[in-house]
């Protein structure tokens, strides 16, 4: 493509001048030659590479053709062409701007500066491109940074109604672990008190059987409600674990010492084989370990036939774990039907015998296990018998024993004197509470229906202990314990949570708030009946 060239000048003579030198250097250009300002200006509005310009023209000069290229075509190389101009005049039009000045007795020179002037204008061009590149580029990045943090901050917002919604339904699910918990247990504590109350009782050998038929019937239904409420916990993720190094060895005696009884009723045996060590430890949360424990023990005594064996025994497993095993001489699992064994409420068939069962355990004990990075398993044969295992990671460190089952020091209940203060709403517990003292004759139950009536009471009475419920019609038990620790007169009173709501969280919350004892129903009425010898016993003398 020939180079484009804008030339302002007068004389046709310097006009041929400067195209034959270009040409003889093998530049191949196109010159339109102009001498006034309208000529010039028009060349302007054309495509350009480069614009020649003598210094002097008598209707326009070079001066002013600079400064006009310069305001409409400054990317355009502008060369001076002069055959007068001084030193100086030339250095203040390079200082101004101009690409460079050739004197007319050197066109020699004008090859070279017209190649220079195009190099530095395409190198002028492409960083000005470059630059408008980078600038579009950290444009095109602002919108993107805008456009991404509009975006986060929709997502935070998204997220944040999620989270306040996850929490919502957390505080919804509790509230319904709570309210079940309450709700299920309150008529089991008029049905089991009052037929503990009945086993206390001189009866016949017929009215015996009939409380035994209430009391297991209700104890099969408390385990049942017991066993729902776990499961229920554990998928709204609120079980609550204590993992710490458990002594194996212990735990698997005290659990086989708490089946024994039920084995015994069978002609059953159970055999605990050797473990490999006697410190043997697993990181396990402690009570329900236990309580997997008794599951499977207690399924391997009641599935297995008469006269048979059960068999403990613990194997070491890779990667640090211990395999806790119990065998049983059973009828045993068909293969197809192993799958099913831990699906809650699937009992295989077994509803329809005379043993006792919610299908609920084996559910229950998986869960467990692996809310503690654990898990359970089976092996079967029919007609041989089946295994059931729990894995567990082995514990390091001091290993937790079991405790052994506090026994309430023998008091005479005789000497059980004192006023009681039962804060309770629900009529069914107090009469409950009254015929549990009636075998304490020398304590006077005193009744308030609510918690602004146990405080008053409490105040006025001074009873010797108290036994408060957590759901009032006025306030929370809670903020009834808290006002009695407020007040210095009443504050040593010993209270006793007597409450429905058997969550592990208000357990340890309101022992932590200065409760004595937490007592869920159904009641245990022995345990309330130590609990009253204990706190109200007065010794000879006094």
Known sequence: ???????????????????????????????????????????????LDLI????????????????????????????????????????????????????????????????????????KMERRKAEEEVLRLNADL????????????????????????????????????????????????????????????????????????????????????????????????????????VNTVEAVNHAVDLVRPLAAQRGIEIEVGQPPSPDLQIHADRSRFAQILLNLLSNAVKYNRQNGRVTVWFEPVPEARLRVKVTDTGAGIPAGKLALLFNPFERLGAEQSDVEGTGLGLALARRLAEAMGGSVGVVSQVDRGSTFWIELALGDGVAATVEAPRTAPAHNYHETNGVVLYVEDNLSNVRLMERV?????????????????????????????????????????????????????????????????????HMRRLLASGAVEYLTKPLNITRVMNLLDERLHRSEGL
């Open 437 to 505: 003292l009636m075998h304490r004759p020398g304590v006077r139950l005193v009744h308030a229906p609510k918690g602004e009536d146990g405080l008053r009471l409490a105040r006025d009475e001074h009873p010797g202990l108290i036994f408060l419920d957590l759901h009032l019609p006025d306030m929370s038990g809670e903020e009834v314990l808290r006002q009695l620790w407020e007040d210095p007169q009443i504050r040593n009173i010993p209270v006793a949570v007597l409450s429905a709501d058997a969550t592990p969280g």
């Open 52 to 123: 020649l310009a003598d210094d002097n023209l008598p209707q326009f000069d070079g001066l002013s053709a600079f400064a006009l290229a310069g305001e409409l075509r400054p990317d355009v190389p502008f060369v001076f062409l002069s055959g007068t101009i001084g030193e100086e005049a030339a250095v203040d039009r390079l200082k101004a701007g101009a690409t460079d000045v050739v004197v007319k007795g050197r066109m020699d020179r004008l090859p070279f500066v017209a190649r220079r002037a195009l190099a530095e204008a395409r190198e």
């Open 1 to 47: 493509m020939p180079l484009r060239v804008l030339h302002l000048e007068d004389d046709p003579r310097d006009a041929q001048l400067v195209y034959a030198v270009l040409s003889s250097d093998e530049i191949d250009c196109e010159i339109s030659v102009v001498e006034t300002r309208d000529g010039f200006l028009k060349g302007l509005n054309g495509p």
């Open 142 to 245: 602002e919108q993107r940074v805008a456009e991404r943090t509009a975006a986060l901050v929709k997502s935070e917002r998204r997220l944040q109604v999620a989270r306040l919604e996850a929490e919502r339904a957390n505080r919804a699910k509790s509230q319904f672990l709570s309210r079940m918990s309450h709700d299920l247990r309150t008529p089991l504590n008029a049905i089991l008190g009052f037929a503990q109350l009945l086993e206390l009782d001189t009866l016949s050998e017929d009215g015996r059987e009939s409380v035994g038929q209430i009391m297991r019937g209700g104890g099969h239904l408390l385990e049942l409600i017991n066993e729902v409420l776990d499961i229920t916990r554990i998928e709204a993720g609120h079980l609550s674990l204590s993992l710490e190094s």
